[in-house]
């Protein structure tokens, strides 16, 4: 399975940026996505996650009012919009995808799956 997260870039405090994360190659072993986020000098941290069969999602308390995910199963994608956003969500951001049995999806920064690459996001005050 192969990750590639897009959209990110600089944005003003209060803005709106749409992440996505396209993937590809075994993509039928794929029962979620997660996003994860992480700053220089800190641990990577759970954003939010969707099942790709029930589209449910769950979301990091810091963000659960400000960040939608969603899904195209056709596309093998999923997006993170992420709206009204403050200069403490800056960080990279990496999508993910955990293998069988992994927490990814529940929240786990350090379950085993296969990662994206990780896009800047950057938030100015």
């Known amino acids: 399975v192969q990750l590639q997260a897009s959209g990110g870039g600089l944005v003003q405090a209060g803005g709106s940026l749409r992440l996505s994360c396209a993937a590809s190659?075994?993509?039928?072993?794929?029962?979620?996505m997660g996003w994860f986020r992480q700053t220089p000098g800190k641990e990577r941290e759970f954003v939010g996650s969707i099942g790709f069969s029930t589209g449910s999602t769950k979301l990091a308390d810091s963000v659960k009012d400000r960040f939608t995910i969603s899904r195209d199963n056709a596309k093998n994608t999923v997006y993170l919009q992420m709206n009204s956003l403050k200069p403490e969500d800056t960080a990279v951001y990496y999508c993910?995808?955990?293998?069988?049995?992994?927490?990814?999806?529940?929240?786990?920064?350090?379950?085993?799956?296969?990662w994206g690459q990780g896009t800047q996001v950057t938030v100015s005050s």
């Open positions: 993910a995808a955990p293998k069988y049995g992994s927490n990814l999806c529940a929240g786990d920064p350090k379950g085993n799956g296969y």
């Open positions: 190659g075994r993509t039928f072993s794929i029962y979620c």
